[in-house]
């Protein structure tokens, strides 16, 4: 089993729909949680950063951590073409090694 | 604002041949550094991490090395590429003690 599962999709959905996208994973001693937005041939950049359990919102993102079902989501709200990108969730315990998703490729049509 | 470098862009190298990626920060001192590698549909791969000036940790055995000459430098070599060296190159860096990690523009290479 990988520590971290994400659908790898694609994901297609029309413009201004609501995006849930989601991992799961198995170690109970991840604490640290982020999101990284990937353009195609681009670099992964950071969306989003949360601690432990709850949920932090930022524009028209919103993460959510649920430790006790080891379970984050992310959601973008009225998401736009310029939003079709491979989301990539990621985690780490404390230290050096982040453990990241495969990603999930969406695609939102104008 | 600090600004992470990467190059070159892209590389097509024979296989057996020598390697040199490399790595440069700008606007921070003593960050934290890392090697992946990203495989089509795949997940990230650390490669290597270092936390200082020739303090290279490796995360898979394998063809490949690291080094860090300089603070914010950090070099990915090898002597003699394989086939499955192929493959999206990232490097990223962290504020010391902080777990947010911010990628470089990355090097696309293909071993043929």
């Known amino acids: 089993q990988k520590e971290v599962e994400q659908d790898p999709g694609p994901l297609s959905v029309p413009e201004g729909a609501i995006v849930s996208l989601n991992c799961t994973y198995s170690?109970?001693?991840?604490?640290?949680f982020m999101w990284y937005r990937q353009y195609s041939r681009k670099g992964p950049e950071l969306l989003m950063y949360?601690?432990?359990?709850g949920n932090k919102e930022d524009g028209r993102f919103t993460a959510q951590v649920d430790k006790s079902s080891k379970y984050i989501s992310l959601f973008i709200r009225d998401s736009q073409p310029s939003d079709s990108a491979t989301y990539l969730c990621?985690?780490?315990?404390?230290?050096?090694?982040?453990?990241f998703g495969a990603g999930t490729r969406l695609f939102v049509k104008a | 604002s600090q600004t992470i470098h990467q190059w070159p862009a892209t590389l097509v190298q024979p296989v057996g041949s020598p390697l040199s990626l490399e790595c440069t920060v700008e606007?921070?001192?003593?960050?934290?550094l890392y090697w992946y590698r990203q495989a089509a549909g795949r997940g990230l791969q650390l490669l290597f991490y270092?936390?200082?000036?020739?303090?290279i940790s490796s995360e898979v055995p394998q063809n490949l090395s690291a080094s860090r000459p300089q603070d914010r430098q950090f070099i990915l070599s090898s002597k003699k590429l394989l086939l499955s060296d192929s493959g999206f190159y990232l490097c990223?860096?962290?504020?010391?003690?902080?777990?947010?990690?911010?990628f470089g523009p990355g090097t696309r290479l293909l071993v043929l």
């Open positions: 170690n109970s001693a991840f604490q640290y």
């Open positions: 990621a985690m780490l315990t404390g230290g050096f090694k982040t453990i």
């Open positions: 990223a860096w962290s504020p010391g003690g902080m777990e947010t990690q911010y």
């Open positions: 606007g921070t001192s003593n960050p934290n």
């Open positions: 270092s936390v200082g000036i020739g303090q």
């Open positions: 949360t601690y432990s359990s």
